[in-house]
């Protein structure tokens, strides 16, 4: 059954050149006064339909009438699949859910995509009206366009040739309360508009429900867009200009009651500054020509003129690849604890710091062989902390988060420590033992070597060649042997470098 209203039925033939004209000027006011739309894992939102324009904007895509279109953006957040069900209803008692006594109202839609911003400059040109089915980029018509009810593959095989992303409408009263919408392989940042209609002309709420949420494959939608002003508070890019950024300010049925932005001005200051200087010409709700570190400041304007109230909002945008910053580091335990927690500390422009730039990531690299060759022991982790780290050399590299361009490393950190064991066999491999790092002393480190009995058995220069397992001239028997050292404490760990003694054992292996 085609949908048509009464209204389209008495128009003359005369009057669809004018008519059309109209319909153009109108398709593209609505389309940029969109409104945000996302889908909630708890079906708690729901959006306001249209009522009192029957007329609509007459034949788009699958649908033969358009009464009471209703203009929505959506933002995806995570890449994958999506599959909607979109429904309409009088809430009657506002608690946005579908109630059993609560009447439901037929929901047709169409949905574009998927667009770089939410803010089409020109909708005539960008959202096509109708299908192209040879592909030849003429004569695309609505009525080349399929009803997703009745071919499901048609749009997500791109059957259409057109970006036209998905359509639907009910045929029988029976199944007008639900349709279905998918969005297939969507990426991260894309926006897609979606036109829904009220074919009623009776109040009530739309509901965007994400069917195949938390399967694989599947995306979500980003719910950040329903918050006024700009999604983000910072940007950090790793020397990729120019960049765009978007804000809305969307109405609010509050209360209060909060009209729409629908004039813009973007402006911008340098960092750490207030000053901020009008863009000239930036008067949409993005910008697309950030080619510089700054604030960037949206303000928005309802229909009269006026500055809405969460106007303005801003972003502060940074260049991470160009930053200059320091790595330290603290250890938390002391010399010989054999495992230690290092943990980086990065200091940086405090201008960069109160922008909130702070999102680096750290890696561990180590000296294995004690050759002056480093190489990585942990892999770059978002925290600065790194746990159970026996003694040896390390190097922290540090650098802003998915910035290869400007890693920064710390000085070599030599922890003072003794391996377990040792194997002296002749494969010169742990032929010997030695404390590891005892060249950093003020006074010469004195290591004593005993066996289980406490007879002494070596006292051992540690910059020396280390205790090869005899006494005597005799081979020692596998076993465990302690040992006690004098030694000054680290400079990291304590300033005044105080002389202490540690004992503890180790394992000889043949």
Known sequence: ?????????????????????????????????????????????????????????????????????????????????????????????????????????????????????????????????????????????????????????????????????????????????????????????????????????????????????????????????????????????????????????????????????????????????????????????????????GIYRLRGFDASGIEVPDSPDQVSVLDVSQITFEVGYTITEGSFSNNYTLTAEVSTDPIVENEGFTDFEYRLDRDVNMDGIFVEYRAFQSSPVFEGIPAGDYRIVARYVNCPDNERMSVDIMILGYPRYFTPNGDNFHDTWNLINPEDQPIPALVYIFDRHGKLLKQLNPTGAGWDGTYNGNLMPSSQYWFKVEFNEQADRDPNRSRKIFAGSFSLIR
């Open 1 to 293: 059954m085609t949908k048509l209203l009464p209204q389209i039925l008495l128009l003359f033939v005369l009057f669809c050149f004018s008519s059309t004209l109209l319909n153009a000027q109108d398709f593209d006011t609505a389309c940029q006064n969109s409104q945000p739309f996302c889908s909630d894992a708890s079906l708690e939102l729901t959006f306001p339909n249209t009522t009192g324009d029957l007329d609509g904007l007459g034949e788009v895509g699958c649908l033969n009438t358009t009464p009471n279109p209703s203009w929505y953006f959506l933002l995806i957040d995570e890449a994958g699949d999506l599959v909607f069900d979109i429904r309409q209803w009088m809430d009657a008692d506002g608690d946005n859910r579908l109630d059993r006594n609560e009447r439901q109202l037929d929901v047709d839609f169409i949905a574009w995509g998927p667009f770089q911003t939410s803010f089409i400059i020109n909708c005539e040109d960008e959202l096509p009206r109708g299908c192209d089915l040879n592909g030849d980029g003429e004569n695309i018509r609505p009525a080349e366009c399929a009803n997703n009810a009745d071919e499901p593959d048609f749009y997500i095989n791109d059957e259409d040739n057109t970006n036209i992303i998905d359509c639907s409408y009910a045929r029988t009263s029976d199944d007008n309360f639900i349709e279905t919408f998918t969005i297939p392989n969507a990426q991260t940042g894309e926006f897609y508009i979606v036109l829904i209609t009220n074919f009623s002309d009776e109040a009530g709420v739309i509901q965007l429900e994400q069917t195949n949420l938390g399967e694989d494959g599947a995306g979500t939608t980003d719910c950040s867009v329903l918050e006024p002003g700009i999604p983000q508070d910072r940007i950090a890019t790793c020397g990729e200009f120019p960049l765009t950024i978007e804000g809305r300010f969307p109405a609010s049925t509050g209360p209060p009651a909060v009209p729409a932005a629908v004039t813009f001005q973007w402006s911008r200051a340098d960092l750490g500054n207030t000053n901020f200087v009008d863009i000239p010409g930036a008067t949409f709700p993005f910008y697309d020509q950030v080619n510089s570190n």
